[in-house]
């Protein structure tokens, strides 16, 4: 059954992300050859069933994770949360997201730590392995989830458990505080959380099953739901492997190291601005709401590089949007498989539909996601300025608008240093579109 072995591997490995290197193999291969006999079945019947059947493949997705965990892990992470990261937001509640929280050791340590200090988390832990979700929801650990390493925490968990002959069990008021549920981080569709949720997200063991591909995938992710000011947590090794990117910086505080989100430019120009927008916006937002047909002319423009296989549904989405017929549009959406490099357009067409059916605000998160991964991605940029500008962010529009209009001069310039994305007409109409907008926004704020 090597062949067969081969293609059940893949299987596992395009499911989860996780790289099956030989070490792992041999108790995957056990666990496939008694599943087999206890369902009868060959290696082929085997490998269909898995096909049709989500449960079945869940056990062998089960069958395949490392889930090696304990209280208190690399200590000197929770020194860095003792010391650095909670005394920095003791403020108000602080949200934390554990993506690959196995038995639950790792959120409970961090809740715990938080406990004592008298700061208030919301903790979302996710996972693959729905085995090891419920092992936490259930909440009992036994001496092997303590070890050296993390020793002078431990007092923590029994601050938050009861002990009887060995056997520690976590409080279930505790456990309901957390929002446990299965998530997998090798994924297509975003993840589903809101833009800016956390303060943290901690994510440790996981990443180094995985592709550098997947990593980046991840990280632009990743960077969509951190707060402006928030952080990611990985081990030392994995922070080493992540190469320089557009997300994340790399930080030091004493030995160790976490990952800052990088704040993109929108961000840090408007900061200044923000109060003297919301003084203004309820009058200003009334002078937009009459519906521009600019943005629908353009849209219809669009064109996409002809040697992608996808141009022509990107053309037939776009032309169901030019008809209006959204649902159509939506419907063709859902049936692209949008890999990790074109995941931009997934975003950018979600948020056209959202646009045109005046749902701004999740409009404003698809453009958003959009152009961040991806910021030469012109077409993106400028229908999150003509968003802003529907909603009265004007500041946000005329920083959007900017980036635009940088991107398109660099196209004019120098063909090739612009994304590979190409328009009807010249750009420079669409530049003059940037200008325009902008002399008026600066007008209107009185810039
Ligand atoms: C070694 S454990 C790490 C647990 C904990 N973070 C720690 O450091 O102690 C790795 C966890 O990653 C999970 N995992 C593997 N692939 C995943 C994926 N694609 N999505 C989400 N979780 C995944 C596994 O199920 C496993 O529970």
Known sequence: MDKLSDSLIGKIQGKTGIIITEALQPAIHEFINRRMKELNLSAESYSTRLEDDDT????????????????????????????????????????????????????????????????????????INTEVLAFFKKGIYSKKSFRADGQKYHRYIRCISTETDGTIKINPEEIRKFHISFLNLNRETPLPFVMDSFDLIILRNVFIYFSSDLIMKILGQLWSVLKVDGILLLTTNEIAAVPEN???????????????????????????????????????????????????????????????????????????????????????????????????????????????????????????????????????????????????????????????????????????????????????????????NMDEIRRIIGE
Not at 91 to 98: E, N, R, Y
Not at 101 to 109: Q, V, W
Not at 302 to 314: H, I, R, V, W
Request: aromatic share 14%.
């Open 246 to 436: 557009a997300y994340f910086e790399k930080k030091r505080d004493g030995d160790i190291y976490y990952l800052q989100k990088k704040k993109h430019i929108r961000e840090r120009s408007i900061a200044s601005k923000e109060d003297k927008e919301d003084m203004h916006s309820t009058d200003l937002r009334k002078i937009f709401t009459e519906k521009k047909s600019i943005e629908k002319d353009f849209l219809s423009e669009l064109k996409f590089n002809s040697s992608k296989a996808e141009m022509t549904s990107y053309k037939d989405i776009l032309k169901y949007i030019d008809r209006e017929n959204y649902r159509k549009a939506e419907d063709l959406l859902s049936k692209i498989d949008f890999s990790s490099s074109n995941l931009e357009y997934m975003y950018l067409f979600t948020g056209i539909i959202k646009y045109q059916v005046e749902d701004y605000h999740e409009a404003e998160i698809n453009f958003y996601k959009s152009s961040s991964l991806n910021q030469k991605f012109w077409p993106a940029s400028i229908m999150l300025a003509f968003t802003y500008k529907h909603i009265g962010k004007l500041q946000k529009a005329l920083v959007s608008f900017e980036q635009s209009l940088n991107i398109l001069m660099e196209y004019v310039k120098n063909e090739k240093s612009c994304y590979n994305f190409t328009i009807d007409f010249d750009p420079v109409y669409i530049i003059n579109i940037c200008k325009k």
């Open 56 to 127: 079945e493949m869940e056990l062998l997705v089960n069958a395949s994770t490392v889930n090696e965990t304990y209280f208190f892990r690399d200590e000197a992470h929770y020194e860095f949360l003792q010391n650095n990261f909670f005394p920095s937001r003791s403020m108000s509640t602080v949200h934390i997201w554990c993506g690959a929280c196995s038995t639950g050791e790792e959120p409970l340590s961090i809740h715990a730590l938080a406990k004592q200090m008298g700061i208030e988390t919301e903790i979302t832990a996710t996972d």
